[in-house]
């Protein structure tokens, strides 16, 4: 039985579908299709055909089909990089946000906060990735890392969780009507987030650490 991860590995537009239906193919991603659309209400069958008309983009990629030291490449490329700014310019958005509208019920109270600690350990995460974890799987191919891969994936379900505390203080990332500009392009700028943070953990806990155990 297919499960989420390896629809969205076999097929990158399978992401995009997933992230329609808020479907969990990073962390959760061993559960079968099925099992996972019947905890949404989803119908699989539909689910699957909209993966089957899902339009190729030109930057997809099948990325278990790549020489692994490319996978790296692109990981640190399309997702380290950037994420290290675009953490710290949310986090100041949301600052700013508390600091406007303190007055009103509707204001994300503890964001910036939780944010801020979010980046702390986000971070902290790359470094061990980058500094060790990293450079291990492209110079040795033959290393088995599994206690590192194992911390790594632990710290992964941690940062998932940290994703849905993000949703609960800003009630789903919806911003209210009275929103200013920065309000709504920080929830507009913490759902991209969302996003990579999942496409990005897909490819490492089930594309680039399998391969580099062998599995």
């Known amino acids: ?14 992401a995009r ?3 329609r239906y808020r479907l969990d193919f990073c962390c959760g991603g061993r559960r079968p299709l099925e099992e996972a659309c019947e905890a949404k ?3 699989p069958d539909a689910v699957r055909a909209e993966i089957e008309e899902e339009t190729r983009a030109p930057d997809d990629v099948v990325w ?3 020489p692994l030291g490319a996978l790296v490449e ?7 990089a950037p994420l290290r700014p675009e953490l710290e310019r949310l986090v100041q958005m949301a600052r700013k ?9 509707s204001c994300p109270r503890g964001l910036a906060a939780h944010l801020a600690r979010f980046q ?13 974890l990293f450079p291990l799987i492209t110079m040795d191919p033959d290393a088995r890392p599994h206690a590192p891969i194992s911390v790594m994936m632990h710290e992964h379900t941690s940062h998932a969780a940290n994703l849905a505390r993000t949703r609960g203080l800003t009630t789903d990332l919806v911003p209210p009507d009275d929103a200013c500009t920065t309000w709504r392009a920080l929830y507009l700028g913490l759902e991209a987030l969302e996003r990579d943070l999942m496409d990005h953990i897909h490819l490492e806990n089930n594309v680039l650490f399998p391969r580099a155990l062998g599995a």
């Open 1 to 14: 039985m297919e499960t989420l991860a390896d629809l969205a590995t076999q097929n990158p537009g399978a």
């Open 17 to 19: 579908v997933f992230h």
């Open 41 to 43: 209400g989803l119908d």
């Open 64 to 66: 278990a089909e790549r």
């Open 74 to 80: 692109h990981i640190l490329e399309r997702y380290h």
């Open 97 to 105: 946000v508390e600091a406007v509208h303190a007055d009103k019920a």
């Open 120 to 132: 702390e350990d986000t971070l902290a995460h790359l470094e061990k990735e980058e500094r060790i």
